[in-house]
């Protein structure tokens, strides 16, 4: 199996530059089990797929290599927007009435997807659905209060399995104020900067987005998927 998978890194390399260029670093792969799943379990629900560079791209990746159709696009970051760069061809014949399935890792402020369905939307696709890495963003105590400083962005309570009374920031992380199961006395958690926060990443997907899958929670492990990538490999 770890032949495998230097196969897989090693073509997936490649593959990225020819999409950015040499010098870039193709994001981590992971969950390629629960992809390949996915790959041979949903494409017949759609038309073609749209990478989201770069992160989008790993997914994009494994679906191709399953035979469907993929294009990729990147966007710049710029403000509270972001700019749109279509890496492959595009035309309006390619998204007009057609089942689209967006690739990305996750989703934080939203930013990215919402150009990217704000410009697909220009050629009226038949429906916009979402398959993500993730079903939580992973951010520090100290990027959780950058990031809102600037953005909305998914709320700190999903990072608990309570709901908070009160959350305050302070100069050494975060403070949160909570009663938890029944217990009568109020208490207060104190997070510092080097806490990892677990962030929903569904807070910021835009209405324009039909459905939202993720490999995380909506797919399986299965042995059998990827045996079926080794065959694509090896045929390839």
Known sequence: MTELFDDLEERYRKYVA???GKDRNPCSFLYVNKACKAAQTITEDYDLGIEIATDGLALGYIFSLHGFPTKAVRLSRRGRGAIWQP??????????????LLFDNDVVTGRTLRRTTRELGKSSPACMDLLLMHETTLLTVEGYKKWRKSYNI???KDSF???PLEIRETPKGIEIDYVRDGE??????KLDNRFMLAL?????????????MTLQKDFEDDEEALINLERILRSG
């Open 184 to 189: 009568r006395w109020q208490r207060t958690m």
């Open 87 to 100: 890496i492959d061809d595009i035309s309006k014949e390619d998204i007009n009435g057609k089942r689209l």
């Open 18 to 20: 020819s999409k950015l």
């Open 154 to 156: 998914p709320a700190i």
């Open 161 to 163: 399995d309570f709901d």
């Open 200 to 212: 929903s990443t569904r807070r910021n997907v835009p209405k324009e987005i039909r459905k939202t």
